[in-house]
Every structure is written in structure tokens, then in C-alpha cells.
T-cell receptor, first 113, second 114 residues
Framework: DTAVSQTPKYLVTQMGNDKSIKCEQNLGHDTMYWYKQDSKKFLKIMFS???????INETVPNRFSPKSPDKAHLNLHINSLELGDSAVYFCASSPRQGTDEQYFGPGTRLTVT | AQSVTQLDSQVPVFEEAPVELRCNYS??????LFWYVQYPNQGLQLLLK??????LVESINGFEAEFNKSQTSFHLRKPSVHISDTAEYFCAVSEIGGANNLFFGTGTRLTVIP
């Protein structure tokens, strides 16, 4: 049973396209996150959702939009993809805001050509 | 704002030798501290965390880290490494009472040599 799952695992697409990455957690957690890991392995928070409400939006271009149809899902939509969007995107969840451990998904490797 | 520095991007070490992976942080507020491990082609897994209490925390697979407030450090150590410890290790902080936003260091690639 996968706690945090992401689809697809790999995504190759051309510049200018619109794509989505899906994330689901079956842990009953209240808070979900999206992180971007660049080619140098640096991880940076992009968004977090708590009970379907966006609570963090770091300096991310508005081409990126998180969508949460319910507490168990936080999907990432990306419009007008650019070369610099190539990275590994990780979804994570935690029981609630605060001190709790975050559980990470396996990642989605996005390659924009 | 918080920042995390991992000075060593790569650490090669022979099997059964000790290892220390360094982590220093900077923050204007009190923080919680974490070490995450990323095995090849996998997501991140929590290795250990410091929230409060004893400044020395341990993981189930022999790693330990010590919170040093005066030196703003949270170095990770293991007295004897195994081949299976080869992975990327990330130090992270989050603000106490904040939104649980994790700020990561740039990672240290530990390679255990047979």
C-alpha cells in the first residue's frame, strides 16, 4: 500500500504544452505539499494545502497551479511549460500543520524539450 | 527566513568506517530540525528529527544527530557505515509554530566504498 503516490513517474513534453501531475495520499492527512527538486538536487517548497485551503505559495510562477478536489488529492497543473521547468517534482503530506513528519511520494521527473 | 547549509556535497567513505555529515542553519526564530534520506530513484524518507528535549536523537538504523544551539548545527553521524547507506542526505528546518514549511539544504551525497 503506497502512502503517497504520484502519476506519472516520468513526463516528457515540449515547450508551450500544458501538463498535470497527480498526487494522492491514503494516510488521512490534512496537509499536502508540492516540492521542486532541480538538477543540483536542491529542494524547494512550491505549495501546501491544508484542508483544501492554500496556505503557502512561495515565489512560484502563476503558470503553476495546485488543485485539490478533496483532502486526499493535490494535483499540480503547469501551463505553457518552459525548459526551466525540467525537474523532479515531489508531493508530500503531513497529519497537520506544525511539527509533524512529512511523507514524500516517489517523485515525477518532468523533462521539457 | 531560514536557510540551511550543507558544506559537503559529496562524502566518500569506506565500508565500516565512521562518517559525519555536516549541517548548519540560520534562522531568526526557533526551528525544528530534520534529516531526510533519498535513496536512488526514490522519494525522501525521514531519518530523524529534533523537536525538543534531549539534543541527541537517534534513528533505527544507527544514525544519530546532535542539536547544538550555540553553533546552530545539527550534524549527522554514524560510527560504522554499510553499503546500503549510500544515498543523498538532506538536512531541513521548519519554523516552530509556523506552517510546517520545510527548508532544505543542498544535500550531501554519501558514497560507501566496499
Amino acid at each position: 500500500d503506497t502512502a503517497v503516490s504520484q502519476t506519472p513517474k516520468y513526463l516528457v513534453t515540449q515547450m508551450g504544452n500544458d501538463k498535470s501531475i497527480k498526487c494522492e495520499q491514503n494516510l488521512g492527512h490534512d496537509t499536502m505539499y508540492w516540492y521542486k527538486q532541480d538538477s543540483k538536487k536542491f529542494l524547494k517548497i512550491m505549495f501546501s494545502y491544508n484542508n483544501k485551503e492554500l496556505i503557502i505559495n512561495e515565489t512560484v510562477p502563476n503558470r503553476f497551479s495546485p488543485k485539490s478536489p478533496d483532502k486526499a488529492h493535490l494535483n499540480l497543473h503547469i501551463n505553457s511549460l518552459e525548459l526551466g521547468d525540467s525537474a523532479v517534482y515531489f508531493c508530500a503530506s503531513s497529519p497537520r500543520q506544525g511539527t509533524d513528519e512529512q511523507y514524500f511520494g516517489p517523485g515525477t521527473r518532468l523533462t521539457v524539450t | 527566513a531560514q536557510s540551511v547549509t550543507q558544506l559537503d556535497s559529496q562524502v566518500p567513505v569506506f565500508e565500516e568506517a565512521p562518517v559525519e555529515l555536516r549541517c548548519n542553519y540560520s534562522s531568526s526564530v526557533s526551528v525544528y530540525l530534520f534529516w531526510y534520506v533519498q535513496y536512488p530513484n526514490q522519494g525522501l524518507q525521514l531519518l530523524l528529527k529534533y523537536l525538543s528535549g534531549s539534543t541527541l536523537v537517534e534513528s533505527i538504523n544507527g544514525f544519530e544527530a546532535e542539536f547544538n544551539k550555540s553553533q546552530t548545527s545539527f550534524h549527522l553521524r554514524k560510527p560504522s557505515v554499510h553499503i546500503s547507506d549510500t544515498a543523498e542526505y538532506f538536512c531541513a528546518v521548519s519554523e516552530i509554530g509556523g506552517a510546517n514549511n520545510l527548508f532544505f539544504g543542498t544535500g550531501t551525497r554519501l558514497t560507501v566504498i566496499p
